[in-house]
């Protein structure tokens, strides 16, 4: 029980989901808005999933760098990361390679005849995964568990010993 217990809190700890928006956003209709997004980690996996309230109204989500919300503003042409279509509910996945300012723009520009209240999560995980140890600390690991499994072993053996005279 205890090793199961052990093996979900390393699970656990291995996982590095970190939401950092969860709210509801009203949209007017021929207009959009913005929410930061600041990552601080490289190699970084966005995730945004977005629902309209209702259904009714179909919306955009956009993920792009701070800097260019400017030209979004303007109306000109700008880069963007990744981009949903218009839809009343949806997802995006985006790796995000440089730490630095992004946005996630929500665009209710399609021809509509209302608001849009929008309820947006965005959350980040660490796209590293660790796949092998580094020769030290592998040597480390080792070692460490060498001295508990011996140092079980002369526990047990003196436990046993004990009772058997």
């Not at 981009?83 to 985006?94: E, H, I, N, S």
């Amino acid at each position: 029980m205890n090793g199961l217990l052990v093996a979900w809190l390393l699970a656990a700890a291995s996982t590095s989901r970190l939401t950092v928006i969860d709210g509801s956003y009203q949209i007017p209709r021929g207009d959009w808005n913005y929410v930061e997004l600041r990552v601080v980690r490289p190699a970084t996996l966005a995730h945004c999933q977005f629902e309209v309230d209702g259904g009714k109204t179909e919306v955009r989500v956009t993920l792009l760098k701070a800097a260019d919300l400017e030209a979004m503003r303007a109306g000109r042409d700008h880069p963007v990361l990744a981009v949903t279509a218009y839809a009343p509910a949806g997802k995006l996945r985006q790796a995000i390679q440089a730490p630095g300012e992004y946005a996630v723009a929500i665009e209710n520009r399609k021809q509509t005849r209302e608001a849009a209240q929008v309820k947006l999560t965005v959350w980040l995980e660490s796209e590293r995964v660790a796949r092998e140890l580094p020769p030290g600390r592998r040597a480390a690991v080792i070692a460490a568990s060498l001295a508990v499994f011996v140092a079980l072993v002369a526990y047990a053996w003196r436990k046993l010993a004990g009772s058997v005279r």
